[in-house]
């Protein structure tokens, strides 16, 4: 099969590799389409830690069940599937306290295996969720950012009313909008200093958007201010903007060496709560459910499609950040 090999950081190319076979409680699913996001950016460039090379990207994908190995049950050929690419070792203290996305030997389709940048990919049957007639193959690949976003509000006040801040308009930026705004927000405001993707916010539903928080009338701060660009300068800044009592939230994936300069004495004086949120964890079956009910506005996400041979074009895309979610279709 063909598929996209990142040999080494800044190395990458298409190549004839062999086609995976499932082993025991495994599938091999046909990619229909894969999402490209900041991680996989971070993967090419060598700045995600748990990644080795050489390694297949690619954890944002659907298609259809082609194989089936040994002892699968609830899976059969030809199912239509979007795939939780988590990957938890099941025995760690976190995962015995149902926090496998801290799992001591944390993993991930795409990100620590080889992952759905390829014609087909190997994966546990108990990760495949099939898709809502509601949605089709491509809209699916929204399914593994949405997991991710729904997690992010699990460990989010659950305050209606509240005002959020957000950072970043980009696809994660965007989910967060449209979640925000389905979980009873008083305002939704969005920061980008692309003024094109602030002009999706707004037809999205933003309440009001701006290249820099100072041009928003918001002396007092929001009760919710939360970082999708793991951009150290805005994070630095977008801590600053939460009101006194409210929280912070470190969405964004920052380089794995990044450091940044916050104040401790105001978290103390201000009672500033800030939390991270890492991928998924029992969230990726709500998504699902949220896409089949038309959460998202899945036209407006989806912008690019290219084939696995233009993935040094799909990434420069997505790095002039002239889209929203770019994807790749192998078969094409």
């Not at 025995?91 to 799992?103: A, E, K, Y």
């Not at 701006?210 to 977008?238: F, K, M, N, S, Y």
Request: hydrophobic content about 40%.
């Amino acid at each position: 099969m063909r598929a996209v090999v990142i040999q080494t950081p800044g190395s990458y190319s298409v190549e004839t590799v062999a086609d995976p076979a499932p082993g025991p409680g495994e599938v091999v699913v046909e990619v229909a389409a894969v999402g490209i996001c900041g991680t996989d950016l971070h993967i090419v460039q060598g700045e995600f830690a748990p990644t080795p090379y050489p390694i297949i990207p690619g954890h944002e994908f659907t298609g259809a069940v082609v194989a089936l190995g040994a002892e699968v049950s609830g899976v059969r050929e030809g199912d239509r599937v979007a795939v939780d690419p988590s990957l938890f070792c099941g025995s760690c203290h976190f995962c015995s306290i149902g926090r496998g996305n801290l799992c001591e030997r944390w993993g991930a389709i795409g990100d620590t295996v080889d992952g759905a940048m390829a014609q087909y990919v190997k994966v546990p049957a108990a990760n495949c969720y099939r898709l809502p007639e509601s949605v089709d193959l491509a809209q699916g690949t929204l399914i593994e950012p949405l997991s991710c976003a729904v997690h992010g509000f699990d460990v989010l006040p659950r305050d209606l009313g509240a005002h959020y801040l957000i950072y970043g308009a980009g696809t994660m930026g965007l989910m967060m909008l449209q979640l925000a705004r389905r979980a009873g927000a008083a305002s939704v405001s969005v920061i980008d200093i692309n003024t094109e993707r602030l002009k999706v916010a707004e037809q999205l539903g933003a309440d009001a958007v701006a290249t820099g928080a100072d041009a928003l009338d918001r002396p007092q701060g929001w009760e919710i201010v939360i970082d999708c660009t793991g951009v150290v300068p805005v994070i630095e800044d977008a801590i600053t903007r939460v009101r006194r009592g409210g929280t912070f939230q470190q969405f964004g994936v920052a380089p794995s060496d990044a450091m940044a300069r916050i104040s401790p004495f105001r978290i103390y004086n201000d009672e500033i709560t800030v939390v991270g949120s890492m991928a998924v964890v029992h969230s990726f079956g709500r998504a699902v459910e949220l896409m089949g009910k038309g959460a998202l506005d899945a036209d407006t996400m989806i912008t690019h499609s290219y084939g696995l041979g233009d993935f040094g074009r799909a990434l420069e895309t997505f790095q002039q950040g002239t889209g929203r979610k770019i994807q790749l279709r192998p078969a094409s």
